[in-house]
């Protein structure tokens, strides 16, 4: 195991399920007793103050060759959030795509799903990332895929951040939701009518990466975590991604001040997010 700490971001190589144990402060995980640590940019593992939040994008099924195979996603998803140090009010937000598969949509995420409730995490909500234009192809009879989902996990909900600028604030006048008969209610709160930002829409609305610049199967824009991290955390909080790829979420922390703990399990990938974090890192410091 690696471990580089570039600023307020700290980066593992190696597998999350023997890492995240060690974060926890119980041992060495359950897979490998022998795990010691390489110094690359910090000394041995030290535990930090609570996860604030996990923003990640894990991988699913074999839909890509991201190098190590995945013989078991449920035992993979259920290990990697069996063991973190979560705060109370800390938000999981996972990125996960469709698979169809004879004919069929397969809800290859329900029983991790159920296992997270059961070690209580709620399923508290579902977003939509807009990907733009859909794909080009022949897709069997289906609509062009545009979109991936974001699953919202949370013991305790907290404050949801007001970053998104608002063109036209609406008064006191506005409508406000419609009711179970059709009718629609006055805005509730008319005195915080007209504020310059809002709340972000349950549609995330980016454009896929569509360039393989990092030589990552699959890579996505720093804007899509940069939107999630800006709504559920603030200035320095922690933020973890346990399936780091090429450090697009660590990129998107140090853009916005937080701080970064990501774990990689592939060395290629670990060497381009320990880069491009750097950079990100370099052009903080050159703005402040």
């Not at 939509?128 to 996990?153: C, I, K, M, T």
Request: hydrophobic letters at 35%; charged letters at 25%; glycine letters at 10%.
């Amino acid at each position: 195991m690696r471990k580089e700490v570039i600023g307020n971001a700290t980066l593992y190589l190696g597998d999350c399920l023997e890492i995240l144990p060690m974060l926890s402060g119980l041992g060495d995980g359950c897979q490998n007793p022998d795990v010691s640590v390489e110094q690359g940019g910090g000394a041995d593992i030290a535990l930090p103050t609570r996860i604030d939040a996990v923003i990640t994008s894990p991988p699913y099924a074999q839909q890509r060759d991201y190098g190590a195979k995945i013989a078991d996603w449920d035992a993979l998803m259920c290990g990697a959030f069996a063991y973190f140090p979560a705060s109370d009010m800390c938000q999981i937000l996972v990125n996960l795509g469709q698979i169809h598969r004879d004919g069929e949509v397969i809800c290859y995420w329900e029983k991790w799903r159920e296992w997270m409730r059961s070690k209580g995490w709620r399923f508290f909500g579902q977003y939509v990332w807009d990907q733009g234009d859909g794909l080009p192809g022949n897709w069997n009879g289906r609509l062009a895929p545009s979109h991936e989902y974001v699953f919202h996990f949370n013991k305790q909900h907290r404050e949801t951040n007001k970053w998104v600028r608002v063109n036209n604030p609406r008064g006191p006048s506005g409508t406000g939701l419609r009711s179970a008969d059709g009718t629609t209610k006055g805005i509730s709160s008319p005195d915080k009518c007209g504020q310059p930002f809002k709340i972000a829409d349950s549609v995330i609305r980016v454009y896929r990466e569509m360039r393989r610049e990092f030589e990552h199967p699959a890579i996505y824009p720093v804007r899509f975590p940069q939107e999630l991290a800006a709504s559920f955390t603030d200035p320095l909080q922690i933020v973890l991604d346990p399936f780091m790829g090429s450090g697009t979420t660590g990129v998107a922390c140090m853009n916005l001040g937080r701080k970064f703990i990501g774990i990689e399990i592939e060395p290629k990938y670990f060497d381009i997010a320990c880069e491009r974090i750097e950079n990100a890192q370099r052009q903080e410091r050159l703005f402040v």
